[in-house]
C-alpha cells in the first residue's frame, strides 16, 4: 500500500512539474524582446542575469586596471597601442549598456537622472566626446559604477539601512557643516592676526592661512605651515583640542543613525512576520 501511494504521488508529481516548466517557457516564448533584454540587465535572480552582472563588474574592475597601467610613464608605443584597443573595447561595450539601460526603463527620464544613471554617463563620457575634449582623467570616476554591484540582494538591506541613516541625521550634518565652516573662518583670522606680522609670505592674508586653518582642524599637520609666535603657538594648541571634537562629531552621529536605522528595520520585519502569520491563521480559520 505505502509503495503504490508513493508511486502515485511521483506520477502525480511529475505531470505537475512538467507543466510548470512547459507554462514558463510558454512564458518565455511570449515576452517581447524588450522585456528578455531587462531580465538579463536588472534582474540578477536568472542565470543570464547573474552572468551579465558578474560580467560587468569584472569589466569595470579591469578597465580601471588598464587605465591605471596606462599612466605609467615607460610604456612602449606597442603597448600603449594595445591598451588603447583594449580601452576602446570597454567603452563600446559600457555605452552599449547604458543605452541599454535606457531603452528598458519604464521612466527613461528617471534612470538618466539617478546616482546609478549619472555614474553610467560619466563612464562613457571620454568615449562620446574624446575628439572634442580632452576628458582622459574622468575616467578615473569609472570606479564609482562599482557602486552598483550593492545592488546584489545581500547588500540591500545594508545599503538601505545606510540611506535611512543619513536621512536621520541630514539636518545634523547640514549644521556640523555650517558650524564646521564658521570655525575654518574664525581659525584662519586668528592665526593671520598673530602670524601675519611674523611671516608675511605664509600668512599673506586669511585667504592664505585657511590652507593653515584646514590641515589644523582636520588634525592632518603637514608641517608646511605652522606658527612661530607665541600667541599663534597658543591659539594653534586650542584649534588642535577643537579639531578633535569636530572630527568624532559625525562618528558619533553616523554611528547612532546606524543603530536606529538598524531597529527600524527589524521592527518592519517583525511587523512583516506578523501579518504573515495573521494571514496564514485567517486562511486556515
Known amino acids: ?6 508511486r502515485k504521488t511521483k506520477k502525480g508529481a511529475r505531470p505537475k512539474s512538467v507543466v510548470r516548466k512547459t507554462s514558463a517557457l510558454a512564458q518565455e516564448l511570449h515576452l517581447s524582446s524588450k522585456e528578455k ?12 542575469g547573474r552572468i551579465f552582472d558578474l560580467g560587468i563588474q569584472a569589466l569595470i574592475i579591469f578597465s580601471i586596471l588598464v587605465y591605471s597601467i596606462g599612466t605609467l610613464p615607460s610604456l612602449s608605443e606597442k603597448w600603449m597601442r594595445i591598451l588603447n584597443i583594449v ?17 528598458i526603463a519604464k521612466n527613461k527620464l528617471k534612470y538618466i537622472f539617478s546616482f546609478y544613471g549619472i555614474i553610467d554617463l560619466i563612464a562613457i563620457l571620454p568615449f562620446l566626446f574624446a575628439r572634442q ?8 570616476l569609472r570606479v564609482f559604477r562599482l557602486i552598483s554591484a550593492l545592488k546584489i540582494s545581500k547588500y540591500n538591506d545594508s545599503l538601505r539601512r545606510f540611506t535611512i541613516a543619513l536621512k536621520i541625521i541630514q539636518p545634523e550634518l ?7 565652516g564658521i570655525f575654518l573662518f574664525l581659525s584662519s583670522a586668528g592665526i593671520y592676526y598673530f602670524e601675519h606680522a611674523a611671516q608675511p609670505e605664509s600668512f599673506a592674508s586669511i585667504f592664505h592661512s585657511l590652507w593653515w586653518a584646514i590641515i589644523t582642524l582636520t588634525t592632518v599637520g603637514y608641517g608646511d605651515v605652522y606658527p612661530i609666535t607665541v600667541g599663534g603657538r597658543i ?12 572630527i568624532t562629531i559625525p562618528t558619533g552621529l553616523i554611528a547612532s543613525a546606524l543603530s536606529t536605522a538598524r531597529n527600524m528595520q527589524l521592527d518592519e520585519k517583525i511587523k512583516e512576520n506578523l501579518e504573515k502569520e495573521q494571514l496564514k491563521a485567517g486562511n486556515g480559520g
Open 235 to 246: 591659539f594653534t594648541f586650542f584649534i588642535l583640542l577643537l579639531g578633535l571634537g569636530i
Open 133 to 140: 575634449f580632452d576628458l582622459r582623467a574622468i575616467r578615473a
Open 1 to 6: 500500500m505505502g509503495e503504490d501511494k508513493s
Open 174 to 180: 547640514v549644521l556640523f557643516f555650517i558650524i564646521t
Open 37 to 48: 533584454i531587462r531580465r538579463v540587465i536588472e534582474e540578477t535572480d536568472t542565470r543570464a
Open 87 to 103: 580601452d576602446i573595447v570597454c567603452y563600446v561595450v559600457f555605452t552599449i549598456e547604458y543605452f541599454g539601460r535606457i531603452y
